[in-house]
């Protein structure tokens, strides 16, 4: 008789363990698993659920053994290679998490979440440009990967470039309204960027996130509770109100604050606050609460962090002055056991965060905020008395060989074992004269307590630091030093050492000065902000005081004089007077800003005059060569302009002007170009790619990856980032196709939407076209277009004159055509004015120019597009009624695919200087540009003809601010065309016409 062996299904113990595993039973789902493996060790997905189990249950390295196996039985699904990447992640061993997940791409490239996951591993490493490709590729694959969007935002955020991060937030929080993460961290992007009133009503979005949740101590209260939460507008007199400690110490000793002004609304504030701060809060009108106790009588809750938004705290209403009283029974037994006050200066010292074993995201957190003691230790001093405020790990034990090692001379007191809690911290804070600390609980301590503290700040700061300030409106007593770039620490180091030595050579200033320029700065920064309000509010005589206010602590401040100098010409009133009579009238200072202020009148030889009398007072000053140079530039004398912007960048760097010898190399550069000299100018344009501590002037992408002309690009792909305005993108597209000669596998270009559709059907050969709202794709080398000249001149010595080098979109010319009946007689397309936001100085108004030409047997229509086109054709057409444009196509004009389809119905364009202009030339459209007095430098100073579009006649200004004799001559020019149709006779060089590819 046989006996039957029962062989259990795969499927019954794979779905008995996903059931529990998906209810988090993960030791019942392993139980499950291991039953069935005797029966089937050869079923990979058997090793893969196991593995994500062991995952799950944090045993990372058996979770490692059993992926391993089921890959081994199963190598080509893309799932098991990403699982191990995750577990590698978690053992912290991410080159070897990428060796997987790139194993997993070799299986499937199209899988988004291993790009994901590809990144993430990347960004755990801090190398931040590899992950935002991953991410990039990521969402190109999934464009609803929410996550991927979000962590590029991060990325941004971490290395300082607010307005990508804010971007995409904005747009994340658009596509997806309820999406709590996204809320959230725009709300911290507001807050740190100082939109306090718009960062705290995003800022509960933090309770609809899991993992916050999860965090929360014991005193929280969650608020889908049936208790109601407080916010501003409920009356809380007579009633219970329990408000509990949230996130960080740091943000409890911030925020308690807000509980006296809770008492004296009338209520019985209720507080469940950390055991180690309660003894600061001694002299508060509060209830404290400790861990056990009744928390079902109050009327309402609140938690501490959303305070802010119930009391509509924002910039100009937060106090920064000490909330916090140490006792003084404490304070006398620090006291004794410190010493006596001396002449020698009391510093303490932070150079390190909590640790906290239980909360991982703070691993990274401390990377980047601490500093090791062999740094702190380069702040050594003999004339100075240090003093540890290092709490936790850093006892005596772990002191003793850190101070032997790296700290020579006998001045550094650790008293930290005598400190059990944050009131004793307090006590020996005050017997010191001044805190340096990194960001850490210490610092809000000290601020709260109203004691001078230096935070040493890293260049991704917490929110509560803003951006770019030393001074901070929650603590008066703080000055912040800040990271300039990622990881730079010893810039901090040494401004602080700088200042330390300052306070050593003043020591009659020593217990004062710490604080004194956070309070100064300070108080200037809210005179600026109410004197805005009361301009707004039509308050013109407030707004001057408060300027004038600011002049008596700093005079001659640059801000404050150029706000008084506008505010007094805006009121009709002699500006001039404010630097002549006001203020010294040979100041180095004041003589810069007056020629500033000649020059915004347009009066180059007065505004010429005073810069050369700063000159003679100080020879070595860069940004007034600079102001010298662009100012002969504007009465035309093109060569001693480069004279003097040659001089200006041989100077020192002028520490007095940000950025000013950047302007005067860039200064110099267009001075270049606008004489001819192209070869050089071009060097001298690419200079300002790697100098400019400007935003705008650096590229969308990394300079790691740029391409310098002699690298090659066969079977890489190119990124072209379009820098310039509308019409110098298209100017200095004719260099694109020149590309081609290097082979490269893809060229992708970003441009702004509106051309799109324009660089799609170029005579270059592009593989695809984005825009600059688009997340970028990954590549292998980048450029900016208008580098292009400089890189290609081995290829390309000249400029290319052929033309067209732009064609109009097929589509786009049918559906003009149609609309633009068959003409009777010739058609003018008239663009006037460039936009309403430029400078006046190139615009004229239609009835200037129609009262010159409109006589002519022609019919017109306007090019002009945006938002003030209509209303200025209605203002024309109601106040004139003879001459005007018989057809306006603005409420159809979509972008300049479509004026390009127009202009090829029409016979002849009139334009001023701008896009329309650009892409007249670009189609080899017959085009008369009007130019201005002073014109940008690709019109060169003289002659009718352009050194970039052959098709193109100049009718310059001969007389700034007229355009009288210019449109005289216009006529003259239009007249001749009429009657030859050659363009030859009226200036212009013959030229083959070349058709482009499509």
């Keep these: 008789m046989s006996t039957y062996h029962f062989n259990p299904s795969p499927q019954d113990f794979i779905h008995n363990a996903i059931q529990l595993f998906e209810k988090n039973n993960h030791d019942l789902a392993l139980i499950e698993i291991d039953k069935g493996l005797p029966f089937h060790s050869e079923n990979a997905y058997f090793w893969y659920l196991k593995s994500s189990i062991l995952q799950a249950k944090e045993e990372f390295q058996l979770a490692l053994s059993c992926i391993d196996k089921a890959i081994g039985l199963s190598p080509q699904k893309v799932e098991y290679w990403g699982t191990r990447g995750l577990i590698l992640m978690s053992l912290l061993e991410y080159p070897s998490a990428v060796e997987s997940f790139k194993k997993a791409l070799t299986i499937d490239a199209r899988s988004a979440i291993t790009w994901y996951n590809l990144g993430s591993c990347f960004h755990k490493q801090k190398l931040r440009e590899l992950a935002l490709d991953c991410y990039h590729e990521c969402i190109i694959i999934d464009i609803d990967y929410h996550a991927a969007y979000l962590n590029m935002a991060i990325i941004y955020g971490e290395i300082g470039c607010k307005e990508e991060e804010e971007k995409i937030l904005s747009w994340m929080v658009e596509k997806w309204p309820k999406s709590a993460e996204a809320n959230w961290n725009l709300g911290f992007l507001y807050l740190i960027t100082g939109r306090f009133s718009q960062g705290w009503r995003l800022h509960d979005w933090r309770f609809q996130i899991n993992h916050f949740l999860d965090k929360h101590p014991q005193f929280f209260v969650?608020?889908?509770?049936?208790?109601?939460?407080?916010?501003?507008?409920?009356?809380?007199?007579?009633?219970?109100?329990?408000?509990?400690?949230?996130?960080?110490?740091?943000?409890?000793?911030?925020?308690?604050?807000?509980?006296?002004?809770?008492?004296?609304?009338?209520?019985?504030?209720?507080?469940?606050?950390?055991?180690?701060?309660?003894?600061?809060?001694?002299?508060?009108?509060?209830?404290?609460?400790?861990?056990?106790?009744?928390?079902?009588?109050?009327?309402?809750?609140?938690?501490?962090?959303?305070?802010?938004?119930?009391?509509?705290?924002?910039?100009?209403?937060?106090?920064?002055?000490?909330?916090?009283?140490?006792?003084?029974?404490?304070?006398?037994?620090?006291?004794?056991?410190?010493?006596?006050?001396?002449?020698?200066?009391?510093?303490?010292?932070?150079?390190?965060?909590?640790?906290?074993?239980?909360?991982?995201?703070?691993?990274?957190?401390?990377?980047?905020?601490?500093?090791?003691?062999?740094?702190?230790?380069?702040?050594?001093?003999?004339?100075?008395?240090?003093?540890?405020?290092?709490?936790?790990?850093?006892?005596?034990?772990?002191?003793?060989?850190?101070?032997?090692?790296?700290?020579?001379?006998?001045?550094?007191?650790?008293?930290?074992?005598?400190?059990?809690?944050?009131?004793?911290?307090?006590?020996?804070?005050?017997?010191?004269?001044?805190?340096?600390?990194?960001?850490?609980?210490?610092?809000?301590?000290?601020?709260?307590?109203?004691?001078?503290?230096?935070?040493?700040?890293?260049?991704?700061?917490?929110?509560?630091?803003?951006?770019?300030?030393?001074?901070?409106?929650?603590?008066?007593?703080?000055?912040?030093?800040?990271?300039?770039?990622?990881?730079?620490?010893?810039?901090?180091?040494?401004?602080?050492?700088?200042?330390?030595?300052?306070?050593?050579?003043?020591?009659?200033?020593?217990?004062?000065?710490?604080?004194?320029?956070?309070?100064?700065?300070?108080?200037?920064?809210?005179?600026?902000?109410?004197?805005?309000?009361?301009?707004?509010?039509?308050?013109?005589?407030?707004?001057?005081?408060?300027?004038?206010?600011?002049?008596?602590?700093?005079?001659?401040?640059?801000?404050?004089?150029?706000?008084?100098?506008?505010?007094?010409?805006?009121?009709?009133?002699?500006?001039?007077?404010?630097?002549?009579?006001?203020?010294?009238?040979?100041?180095?200072?004041?003589?810069?800003?007056?020629?500033?202020?000649?020059?915004?009148?347009?009066?180059?030889?007065?505004?010429?005059?005073?810069?050369?009398?700063?000159?003679?007072?100080?020879?070595?000053?860069?940004?007034?060569?600079?102001?010298?140079?662009?100012?002969?530039?504007?009465?035309?004398?093109?060569?001693?302009?480069?004279?003097?912007?040659?001089?200006?960048?041989?100077?020192?760097?002028?520490?007095?002007?940000?950025?000013?010898?950047?302007?005067?190399?860039?200064?110099?550069?267009?001075?270049?170009?606008?004489?001819?000299?192209?070869?050089?100018?071009?060097?001298?344009?690419?200079?300002?790619?790697?100098?400019?501590?400007?935003?705008?002037?650096?590229?969308?992408?990394?300079?790691?990856?740029?391409?310098?002309?002699?690298?090659?690009?066969?079977?890489?792909?190119?990124?072209?980032?379009?820098?310039?305005?509308?019409?110098?993108?298209?100017?200095?597209?004719?260099?694109?196709?020149?590309?081609?000669?290097?082979?490269?596998?893809?060229?992708?270009?970003?441009?702004?939407?509106?051309?799109?559709?324009?660089?799609?059907?170029?005579?270059?050969?592009?593989?695809?076209?984005?825009?600059?709202?688009?997340?970028?794709?990954?590549?292998?080398?980048?450029?900016?277009?208008?580098?292009?000249?400089?890189?290609?001149?081995?290829?390309v010595p000249h400029i290319p004159r052929v033309t067209p080098f732009l064609q109009t979109p097929a589509s786009f010319l049918a559906k003009w055509t149609k609309k633009i009946k068959a003409p009777n007689n010739r058609k003018i397309g008239l663009v006037w004015s460039e936009d309403e936001t430029n400078t006046q100085a190139r615009n004229l108004s239609l009835a200037e120019i129609m009262d010159s030409i409109g006589g002519l047997p022609v019919g017109f229509q306007s090019l002009q597009f945006g938002d003030h086109t209509q209303t200025e054709l209605e203002i024309y057409r109601q106040t004139m009624n003879r001459n005007r444009p018989q057809i306006s196509h603005h409420p159809d004009i979509e972008s300049l695919a479509d004026i390009a389809a127009i202009m090829e119905n029409l016979d002849v364009i009139v334009s001023v200087d701008g896009a329309v202009a650009h892409l007249a030339g670009a189609l080899h459209k017959t085009v008369f540009l009007l130019s201005s007095y002073n014109s940008p430098w690709y019109w060169g100073s003289t002659g009718e003809t352009s050194a970039w579009y052959p098709s193109m006649v100049i009718i310059r200004q001969t007389q700034e601010n007229s355009w009288e004799a210019t449109l005289t001559i216009l006529r003259q020019k239009l007249e001749g065309y009429l009657k030859t149709q050659d363009l030859c006779t009226i200036g212009l060089p013959p030229v083959q016409r070349v058709q482009s590819k499509t």
């Design 222 to 795: 969650h608020p889908k509770q049936r208790e109601p939460h407080w916010h501003k507008g409920l009356d809380i007199r007579g009633k219970h109100i329990f408000v509990y400690f949230e996130q960080g110490l740091g943000d409890c000793i911030q925020f308690v604050r807000f509980l006296p002004q809770l008492a004296s609304m009338g209520a019985t504030v209720l507080a469940g606050i950390p055991e180690n701060i309660e003894p600061l809060l001694w002299n508060m009108p509060i209830t404290l609460l400790k861990q056990g106790d009744n928390l079902q009588n109050f009327d309402y809750h609140c938690p501490m962090l959303s305070l802010p938004e119930a009391f509509s705290s924002d910039f100009d209403n937060i106090n920064g002055q000490p909330y916090l009283l140490v006792d003084e029974a404490r304070q006398n037994r620090w006291r004794q056991r410190v010493g006596a006050q001396s002449s020698r200066i009391r510093v303490g010292l932070v150079w390190m965060g909590g640790e906290h074993s239980d909360q991982p995201e703070f691993v990274d957190l401390n990377q980047m905020r601490n500093l090791s003691f062999e740094k702190i230790a380069q702040l050594n001093h003999p004339r100075i008395d240090f003093y540890n405020l290092q709490i936790a790990s850093h006892g005596p034990l772990v002191m003793h060989p850190l101070l032997t090692q790296h700290w020579s001379t006998p001045n550094f007191y650790d008293f930290t074992p005598y400190i059990g809690n944050f009131a004793d911290t307090a006590a020996l804070i005050a017997q010191l004269d001044l805190v340096i600390s990194v960001d850490t609980s210490v610092v809000h301590l000290a601020g709260a307590i109203g004691k001078p503290v230096w935070m040493l700040n890293r260049f991704n700061s917490d929110w509560r630091w803003l951006r770019n300030r030393i001074d901070n409106p929650w603590y008066e007593s703080m000055t912040i030093y800040s990271q300039p770039e990622i990881g730079d620490w010893d810039s901090v180091l040494n401004a602080v050492a700088k200042d330390l030595a300052l306070l050593i050579s003043n020591p009659r200033q020593t217990k004062g000065l710490p604080n004194a320029k956070g309070l100064l700065l300070t108080k200037v920064e809210r005179f600026f902000r109410t004197a805005q309000a009361n301009i707004e509010a039509k308050r013109y005589e407030v707004a001057l005081g408060l300027y004038d206010a600011i002049l008596q602590i700093i005079p001659d401040h640059p801000l404050a004089l150029d706000k008084k100098v506008k505010l007094l010409t805006d009121l009709g009133q002699d500006s001039i007077k404010v630097y002549r009579w006001d203020l010294h009238p040979h100041s180095t200072q004041t003589l810069p800003h007056l020629s500033f202020t000649w020059m915004d009148r347009r009066k180059w030889l007065q505004s010429l005059q005073d810069i050369h009398e700063a000159i003679q007072l100080e020879p070595f000053r860069v940004h007034a060569w600079t102001q010298r140079g662009r100012l002969l530039q504007k009465i035309k004398e093109d060569y001693a302009s480069l004279m003097s912007l040659q001089i200006s960048t041989l100077l020192p760097d002028d520490q007095s002007v940000p950025d000013a010898h950047f302007d005067a190399q860039s200064g110099r550069a267009l001075a270049l170009l606008h004489v001819g000299d192209y070869e050089l100018g071009w060097q001298a344009y690419e200079w300002r790619r790697s100098h400019s501590s400007k935003r705008e002037y650096k590229d969308l992408v990394s300079v790691k990856k740029r391409w310098l002309g002699v690298e090659s690009l066969a079977g890489k792909t190119l990124l072209i980032d379009c820098d310039g305005n509308l019409g110098e993108v298209m100017m200095f597209s004719r260099y694109l196709k020149y590309l081609t000669y290097f082979t490269p596998k893809k060229l992708i270009i970003v441009v702004p939407k509106t051309l799109i559709a324009l660089f799609q059907n170029g005579s270059f050969s592009l593989h695809s076209v984005s825009s600059s709202a688009d997340p970028l794709p990954l590549y292998d080398f980048c450029c900016t277009l208008k580098s292009l000249p400089l890189l290609l001149k081995k290829w």
